[in-house]
């Protein structure tokens, strides 16, 4: 008979396979070996830094009315450089613009850092609209709409790909943004849940705030855990839907990590 204690080893050795082969679309055999290529620590950082492009864009033009470019945050790097379209300054009350202002200051931040990390390894800003989804930017509460699924997109991408990562130090450093990340999401989510604000899921992965039908103040699963997604999963929510472009952008994103 297993052992409990074994029981919960082998759980938590397929938990953590499994989260690095699904982290970039990676299969396992029946003996839980990885046997497809994985992918290099820089691929991962420009995957993350073209996310944090979008979310950087997103906060910074909802609560200024400007474009990264326009406030000196470097936007060019390897591959193609593209324009951002969309999106215009949010009429915020007190409260939220205080947390709308020191979230675009931290995902600006992100941007800088990955860029640092990279060095002539980063990729440029890729071309991105801003109002894909038709809306984020005409009311507060499109506003806190898209930011509440952007930031739990965004724990669920680091939480994805932070086993494929090799180097200690790099681990470390995601992990610091993905914990700001979800400081962010649970933020916004308390945010949401004040006047319910109905969260459309833009997946099966998607935990519904409070105030809807099985809602949790918190991005966490039954067990207290945010969910993970994987590359192609994130993908596909920001190219809404599309395999190599589309949604958010357009054209793609910048890097070896670009195909849903």
Do not use: W
Not at 5 to 19: D, P, V, Y
Not at 159 to 171: D, E, N, S, V, Y
Not at 178 to 206: F, M, W
């Amino acid at each position: 008979m297993v052992s409990e204690k074994t029981g919960r080893r082998e759980f938590a050795r397929r938990a953590i396979l499994g989260g690095v082969a699904a982290s970039c679309g990676l299969a396992l055999d029946s003996s839980g070996t990885v046997f497809a290529q994985s992918v290099s620590d820089n691929d991962i950082l420009n995957f993350a830094l073209n996310l944090e492009f979008l979310e950087a864009e997103f906060y910074t033009v909802a609560t200024t009315g400007r474009r990264l470019a326009e406030i000196g945050i470097p936007v060019s790097g390897r591959r193609r450089q593209g324009d951002t379209i969309g999106g215009a300054r949010v009429s915020l009350d007190a409260r939220t613009q205080v947390v709308a202002e020191q979230i675009a200051a931290d995902e600006q931040a992100h941007v800088r850092f990955l860029q640092a990390a990279l060095r002539t390894s980063a990729v440029a800003k890729p071309a991105i609209n801003l109002e894909a989804l038709g809306v984020g930017f005409r009311s507060q509460a499109e506003f806190l709409t898209v930011a509440s699924i952007f930031e739990d997109v965004g724990v669920s991408a680091y939480g994805g790909a932070a086993p494929l990562i090799r180097k200690r130090t790099i681990l470390a450093a995601a992990a610091g943004i993905a914990l700001t990340e979800g400081q962010h999401a649970g933020v916004l989510r308390y945010l949401v849940s004040q006047p319910s604000l109905p969260i459309p899921p833009v997946d099966g992965k998607a935990v519904p705030p409070l105030g809807q039908p099985n809602g949790r103040l918190f991005f966490v699963d039954g067990n207290g855990l945010s969910p993970a997604r994987t590359a192609s999963e994130v993908l596909r929510i920001v190219y809404a839907g599309g395999r190599e472009g589309g949604g958010f952008f357009p054209d793609g994103v910048n890097g070896d990590i670009s195909r849903a």
